[in-house]
């Protein structure tokens, strides 16, 4: 559970340098991929953590191997913490944004975007706006986890 965290802290380190250093200078639709990929792995072990946590509660017996699969025994262990949900329907969102069809818009210049279609049709654009917020709301994720896996009660 703890190193499935510390990876977690690891990536977020990771996605620090790209979002403040690689695309202040870079700015490109690639650097945005990857700031979109390091987002993913950091929430992924995240919820790595948060599934061992409850296996060591005893609240699940195992923990699946297939990221969607473990996104429904999270949702079904903690149904009642709509925060997880809502953290977990983001996580979802941004792996369908990392596996959609993509054009670059504005490159090398401050408005770079990725403009993906997801969803029949559903057209999401990934500015450096909104990679902040997701930035954040990521950071936000791993206070939240490092939250549950730290209480010593079980509230659930």
Not at 3 to 26: G, P
Not at 77 to 92: A, K, Q, R, V, W
Not at 111 to 129: C, F, P, R
Request: net charge positive; glycine share 2%.
């Amino acid at each position: 559970m703890k190193e499935s965290f510390e990876l977690a802290i690891q990536e977020l380190k990771r996605v620090d340098h790209l979002f403040w250093v690689s695309l202040k200078y870079t700015r490109t639709v690639d650097v945005i991929k990857h700031v979109i990929e390091r987002l993913i792995n950091c929430i992924g072990f995240g919820l790595e953590s948060l599934l061992k946590y409850a296996k060591e509660k005893k609240l699940i017996s195992s923990i699946p191997e297939n990221s969607g699969l473990r996104c429904d025994l999270l949702k079904k262990t903690f149904p009642s913490n709509n925060e997880l949900n809502d953290y977990i329907n983001f996580y979802l969102r941004l792996r369908k944004l990392s596996k959609a069809e993509y054009t670059k818009r504005e490159e090398f210049r401050r408005h770079v975007a990725m403009i993906a279609t997801i969803d029949k049709g559903e057209i999401v654009e990934v500015s450096i706006d909104s990679l902040k917020e997701d930035y954040e709301k990521t950071k936000d994720f791993v206070s939240f986890v490092k939250k549950i896996i730290n209480e010593e009660k079980d509230e659930y």
